[in-house]
């Protein structure tokens, strides 16, 4: 099956926004379990895609990386899910100001990992 370019780049979008209608219409359980599975699915769709299009498929095997590769790559996409269970769950000033912080990192480590990774590796 092969779908539209239009429809496959923004499927995981499309995961993203389910699981965000999904916890706001309703606290059950089970709406709460299925937006979790759709998170789940956009994140590991993304980086899917990202491990499939990086340039520098190789990295230089002589880097000694602190955390797991398969931590490093999923740890973005689970610190904008605390922020957004913090900030559905409390009041607190306190909390949601570090939920805000949660979703900066998030967000500047996504964009740093797609700006070095799109780039062909240099030399120097």
């Not at 706001?24 to 359980?29: R, T, Y």
């Not at 790559?73 to 607190?92: D, H, K, Q, V």
């Not at 996504?110 to 700006?115: A, F, P």
Request: charged share 15%; with cysteine.
């Amino acid at each position: 099956m092969i779908l539209p370019k239009v429809v496959y780049e923004n499927l995981p979008y499309v995961y993203f926004i389910i699981s965000g209608y999904l916890l706001s219409i309703g606290k059950a359980w089970p709406m709460f379990f299925s937006a979790i599975l759709f998170y789940c699915a956009g994140c590991i769709t993304l980086v899917v895609r990202s491990a499939h299009r990086r340039l520098d498929k190789h990295p230089t095997k002589s880097l000694r990386h602190i955390l797991p590769e398969l931590i490093y790559e999923y740890m973005p996409y689970g610190l904008a899910a605390i922020g957004i269970f913090i900030i559905m769950f409390t009041s607190n000033s306190i909390f949601q100001f570090a939920a805000f912080t949660l979703f900066v990192i998030a967000l500047r480590n996504l964009m740093c990992r797609h700006n070095n990774r799109s780039k062909k590796p240099s030399k120097f």
